[in-house]
């Protein structure tokens, strides 16, 4: 049998793994304890064909219904024969890093991310440190209805071992990894802004910042199990920029990241929002004058803005576009030998650090190196990317048919490319996470932008939109 690992085939069609694990709304399918029982059962034992012994990892976001998902989770797991350990709050980064410098078997991360509080999901890496393939994804989810059989046997079993508080020092290792990727940096005269979003990197960031001589406030620092990502942290970051800005505030920056931290967002210090496409543009810049960006290349997907690909091009790099998902971004560098790569929305992938999946809390780490060593602000740094306007328009959906079976919506797509020709672009997708298409429209007309985006969007609500 293949082993748990990086290595990625083309998807196949699926029911419960979507483009970054398996996610739904807490206590129902397939989140309910019976199916989290069974997911955890037949990780385990696919696990115990390729690992002996089993050793998993679990960790979790602040979530109230992460600690009974990990336990529930545990519990299967357990009855395949796999042994146990908890990390405890930690983000989902920490997770992947620490899955491969203990020798455990896989690494699980109970998270929805930038979901609110009452979603939750599992993600899975390999022993490897990187997500599973769609492939190996796809074995499991055979394997999990298989073992839903056998949800009787769950309902007796206990409520399996206590997950929290986790080991500490598997937090600490952790923590002090990130702190050597920027050893030897002076980071004494930077005074930050960050947004924990009431999530997972409130566990980390005391053990980075301060120790790095980082002057540092912390917000949304506070987790009560249903505050996670609610009106701050990644998907609200007008909030941090709005604080950095004020009169007398002196801030050099404003970081936020997402329940998860696997993804960054920043200010600089006039309150302007600087996204991944902004932070792809300065570390590549970056990497390149020290020799370490791979064949001048960087890869983004298909929502990073044309204004990017035209910023790198005119510093001689070139950019690559993949599938929305960190998982297609990485699959697409080790394809190429890109060492940089990342997505708009912030995560941001850096393989000459050895990391194995998007880290929000490094991604901080490598801008404030860039700043610290090139003796410049952030609003410097970035100061020549000429966005084109963008719209992104999010439509709530009953079911994700397929595009080419819904001809009005492909009519109103063709007519939306063939105005724009060259001068734009047209993204039409579903999330893999949620039940939303998303259509992005990009033009040098924002007359045509909107229009356009106007005309997907209705011809998607009126044929599936709920």
């Known amino acids: 049998m293949t082993a748990l690992s990086s290595k990625n085939t083309p ?31 037949a990780l385990g034992s696919r696990l115990s064909e390729t690992h002996s012994p089993t050793r998993v990892l679990i960790g979790q976001d602040t979530r109230e219904s992460s600690e009974w998902i990990s336990r529930a989770l545990a519990r299967g797991l357990l009855s395949a024969g796999a042994e146990v350990a908890s990390a405890g709050v930690v983000t989902t980064p920490g997770v992947a890093y620490l899955t491969r410098t ?10 929805a991310s930038h979901n609110p509080w009452m979603d939750n999901g599992i993600k899975v890496f390999g022993a490897d440190g990187f997500k599973l393939s769609d492939e190996i994804e796809h074995q499991i989810e055979a394997q999990i209805f298989y073992h839903l059989e056998e949800l009787e046997r769950a309902e007796s079993e206990g409520e399996g071992p206590a997950m929290l508080p986790g080991e500490e020092n598997l937090r600490d290792d952790y923590a002090a990894w990130l702190r050597s990727q920027v050893e030897g940096i002076d980071f004494s005269r930077f005074r930050v802004l960050l947004d924990c979003a009431n999530g997972a990197a409130s566990s980390i960031v005391h053990l980075v910042f301060p120790p790095l001589n ?3 406030v912390f917000t949304h620092i506070s987790p009560t199990g249903r505050n996670i990502n609610a009106n701050c942290g990644a998907l609200h970051p007008g909030e941090v920029a709005q604080k950095v800005a004020q009169p007398g505030a002196r801030f050099d920056l404003g970081i936020t990241f997402d329940g998860d931290a696997d993804r960054a967002l920043f200010s600089d210090a006039q309150g302007n929002i600087v996204n991944g496409d902004a932070v792809l543009l300065l570390a590549a810049r970056d990497m390149q004058s020290h020799g370490k960006l791979d064949k001048d290349t ?33 699959e697409e560098m080790q394809k190429t030998g ?6 708009q929305s912030g995560h941001i992938l850096f ?48 079911e994700k048919t397929p595009l080419k079976d819904l001809p009005a919506v492909m009519t109103a797509i063709h ?11 047209v993204v039409v997708r579903y999330s893999g996470t949620e039940r939303l298409a998303r259509v992005m429209i990009e033009a040098e007309s924002e007359e045509k932008m909107s229009h356009h985006a106007a005309a997907i969007s209705e011809a998607i609500q009126q044929t599936i939109g709920i």
Not at 17 to 31: C, M, N, Q, S
Not at 102 to 111: N, P, R
Not at 415 to 425: H, I, P, V
Request: proline share 1%.
């Open 11 to 41: 998807s196949q069609v699926r029911q419960l793994f979507g483009t970054d694990g398996i996610r739904g709304v807490a206590g129902e399918y397939p989140l309910d304890a019976h199916t989290v029982f069974a997911i955890g059962r």
């Open 338 to 343: 890109a060492t940089l790569g990342g997505e």
């Open 102 to 111: 203990h020798g455990f078997s896989a690494g699980i991360v109970i998270s």
């Open 298 to 330: 960087v890869v983004a997907t298909t929502m990073s803005n044309m204004g990017l690909e035209a910023a790198l091009k005119r510093s001689g790099i070139h950019m690559l576009r993949a599938a929305v998902g960190d998982k297609y971004v990485l």
């Open 415 to 425: 007519a939306a490319e063939k105005d724009l020709g060259e001068s734009g672009r």
């Open 214 to 216: 980082v002057a540092t």
């Open 351 to 398: 393989m000459d650090s050895d990391a194995t999946t998007g880290d929000g809390i490094l991604t901080a780490l490598r801008v404030l190196e860039v700043l610290a060593r090139s003796g410049k602000s952030l609003a410097e740094l970035v100061a020549d990317l000429k966005v084109f306007p963008q719209v992104i328009r999010n439509i709530k959906v009953r």
